[in-house]
């Protein structure tokens, strides 16, 4: 039985964390890495809880786009950081939620950005205590209102459903 869009989306969004994880934490090629979860891990967890069956496309595209525009990226989430607190001193894995993140806010119009914060809410609520989900939110929401001015709280046509 296939999962619903929605579910299928939150299997892909939590494997492209790992997998910018992974690129970041062995140097490897981003190519390589998204190859292996596309042929191996999609759908499996860490400790191998199976999160159900990824969109392999949605993956592809966050993964492989996080990626490619890590600079761009990482200057986003910057501004909204504490001097004292700059990405670099940050863990690898909230990096990594903070990127694909910020990928689906500024390149995923398609998906509305209430659900783009949710959905890495929910992913940092699974690695983190408190602290690190509300850093995710702020910087999210901040970046959501600075890439989508007007599109919080509104209905939109055509977007991913809110059941995500």
């Not at 390589?32 to 759908?43: C, D, N, P, S, T």
């Not at 670099?88 to 950005?113: H, M, Q």
């Not at 929910?122 to 989900?133: M, S, V, W, Y």
Request: charged share 30%; aromatic share 6%.
């Amino acid at each position: 039985m296939n999962a619903p869009p929605g579910r299928r989306r939150t299997a892909a969004r939590l494997a492209a964390v790992q997998a910018l994880y992974q690129i970041e934490l062995t140097q490897s090629e981003p190519r390589q890495v998204i190859e292996e979860f596309l042929a191996h891990r999609l759908g499996e967890g860490a400790k191998g809880e199976d999160f159900g069956e990824a969109d392999k496309e949605f993956f592809g595209d966050i993964a492989g786009g996080a990626a490619a525009h890590q600079v761009e990226l990482d200057r986003l989430i910057s501004a909204d950081l504490s001097p004292d607190w700059p990405l670099n001193r940050l863990e690898t894995v909230l990096r990594a939620i903070l990127r694909c993140g910020a990928f689906e806010l500024a390149y995923r119009p398609d998906v509305a950005p209430e659900i783009v914060i949710n959905e890495y809410l929910d992913i940092a609520h699974a690695f983190f205590g408190e602290k690190e989900p509300g850093l995710v939110n702020g910087v999210l929401d901040s970046l959501a209102r600075r890439l989508r001015a007007g599109e919080l709280g509104e209905k939109r046509h055509g977007a991913e459903p809110a059941s995500r």
